[in-house]
């Protein structure tokens, strides 16, 4: 028995039934799942108990994001940070960042977030069982109130949503996951946006030299 579903109908009903679609490349994945108590139908990928982006809009750029290799990087990433405190704890070295500290807790936060939303839908296909469901779900929980209670206790200073960390909306069942999932897709947008500007901006050669957006010196 699943102990804490996230996927569940706006009434708060977590008795669904998944209609599976099958691909041409004989994979087979959820379409649309169905409330039993009170008939509202939704597509897979959407929240109906959360406000702000659902799985499909928060995560649609970052389809191509292979999640074995995020997990990688992300040990990697928590093992950096842990030496750098704790040099930085016994003098050895300068403080992490603390945006940078933010961004990996975001970055776990929609990893874990996202695994676990999958393996909930794999469940619904019998591709997972209660224990791995539950698991995930706890890890992205304790992930995502991490989080949120990082930007609280830095009163959001590098959130870029539009929806305050403090706001009243994130109370709803799942709230804490939804709000990783919008501050993740305003740190994408924000670096995607980023990247476009320096297409038009100046930059340096590998000899230094200043070059205009064709390669040409200035």
């Not at 102990?3 to 691909?23: E, H």
């Not at 659902?54 to 074995?68: K, M, P, R």
């Not at 970055?107 to 019998?126: C, M």
């Not at 304790?142 to 949503?161: P, Q, T």
Request: with cysteine; proline share 5%.
């Amino acid at each position: 028995m699943l102990l804490n579903p996230a996927i569940r109908c706006a009434c708060g009903a977590t008795d669904l039934v998944a209609a599976p679609l099958y691909r041409s490349d004989g994979s087979t994945s959820i379409a649309v799942l169905t409330c039993t108590f009170c008939g509202l139908t939704w597509e897979a990928g959407m929240t109906p108990t959360c406000p702000g982006p659902n799985y499909t809009q928060a995560y649609a750029t970052a389809e191509g994001l292979d999640l074995v290799d995020e997990e990688l990087q992300l040990l990697f990433l928590a093992e950096d940070i842990k030496e750098r405190s704790t040099a930085a704890f016994t003098g050895r070295g300068p403080a992490v960042d603390t945006r940078e500290l933010r961004d990996f807790l975001l970055r776990k936060a929609a990893f874990l977030d996202q695994t676990a939303y999958g393996l909930e839908l794999g469940w619904f296909l019998g591709q997972a069982d209660d224990e791995s469901v539950n698991d995930a779900s706890s890890k992205a929980v304790l992930a995502a109130r991490e989080f949120l209670e990082f930007d609280c206790r830095h009163d959001a200073a590098y959130a870029l949503g539009p929806t305050r960390v403090t706001s009243p909306d994130w109370a709803c069942h799942g709230g804490t996951r939804a709000y990783v999932r919008q501050e993740y897709l305003a740190l994408l947008r924000a670096e995607e946006a980023e990247a476009d500007q320096e297409e038009y901006l100046p930059h340096r050669d590998s000899s230094g030299e200043l070059l205009d957006t064709e390669g040409r010196p200035l």
